[in-house]
T-cell receptor, first 114, second 116 residues
Framework: DAGVIQSPRHEVTEMGQEVTLRCKPISGHDYLFWYRQTMMRGLELLIYFNNNVPIDDSGMPEDRFSAKMPNASFSTLKIQPSEPRDSAVYFC????????????FGPGTRLTVT | AQKVTQAQTEISVVEKEDVTLDCVYETRDTTYYLFWYKQPPSGELVFLIRRNSFDEQNEISGRYSWNFQKSTSSFNFTITASQVVDSAVYFCALILNSGGYQKVTFGTGTKLQVIP
């Protein structure tokens, strides 16, 4: 398997624009996680899905953030409208409940909002 | 509530020295998993080890070793004979998995710099 795939790897956008980050989990994994990493706040869990269903979105900072998982092989994290404080690295991770709970991380998307 | 504390923000050692990274966790659950991840300067998060709460055996993998002590709620990580390639941020994480509901808590990380 190719591992967790994220796109784009880098995104630069202007404040107020909509940003969509994409993730393809490892085939067969039934959990998908979205994290945000900043210098100030470290690694924060934003939301996670189990079998495509959002289970816990308590980490989503505000209504400008939304996440979807329309099928087992694709998820999106959308920010609308974006703000400079959203600048961070966003990681997607997947895991297999029946396995070791180890989360396999994607390479991350570095988002810069100017 | 769950909590993971990595009290060492940054550590610098000279190459070939041994170094221990501390991780202290808090949870009321009796079943949980502890992890260590490495984040090198390139930015990706690399899995190092997983330990479940019922397995207190220490583990050694090459230059890496882990000491899990439930009595002190600690899961410390030691690198023996450190190398420059070990320079990275290391995260300790606690995962509770109860009936499909997962609670994930990462520590704030320890930045290790190995000086040649």
């Amino acid at each position: 398997d190719a591992g967790v795939i994220q796109s784009p790897r880098h995104e630069v956008t202007e404040m107020g624009q909509e940003v969509t980050l994409r993730c393809k989990p490892i085939s067969g994994h039934d959990y998908l996680f979205w994290y945000r990493q900043t210098m100030m706040r470290g690694l924060e869990l934003l939301i996670y899905f189990n079998n495509n269903v959002p289970i816990d979105d308590s980490g989503m900072p505000e209504d400008r953030f939304s996440a979807k998982m329309p099928n087992a092989s694709f998820s999106t994290l959308k920010i609308q409208p974006s703000e400079p404080r959203d600048s961070a690295v966003y990681f997607c991770a997947s895991s297999d409940f029946g396995d070791s709970d180890e989360q396999y991380f994607g390479p991350g998307t570095r988002l810069t909002v100017t | 509530a769950q909590k993971v504390t990595q009290a060492q923000t940054e550590i610098s050692v000279v190459e070939k020295e041994d170094v221990t990274l501390d991780c202290v966790y808090e949870t009321r659950d009796t079943t949980y998993y502890l992890f260590w991840y490495k984040q090198p300067p390139s930015g990706e998060l690399v899995f190092l080890i997983r330990r479940n709460s019922f397995d207190e055996q220490n583990e050694i993998s090459g230059r890496y070793s882990w000491n899990f002590q439930k009595s002190t709620s600690s899961f410390n990580f030691t690198i023996t004979a450190s190398q420059v390639v070990d320079s990275a941020v290391y995260f300790c994480a606690l995962i509770l998995n109860s009936g499909g509901y997962q609670k994930v808590t990462f520590g704030t990380g320890t930045k290790l710099q190995v000086i040649p």
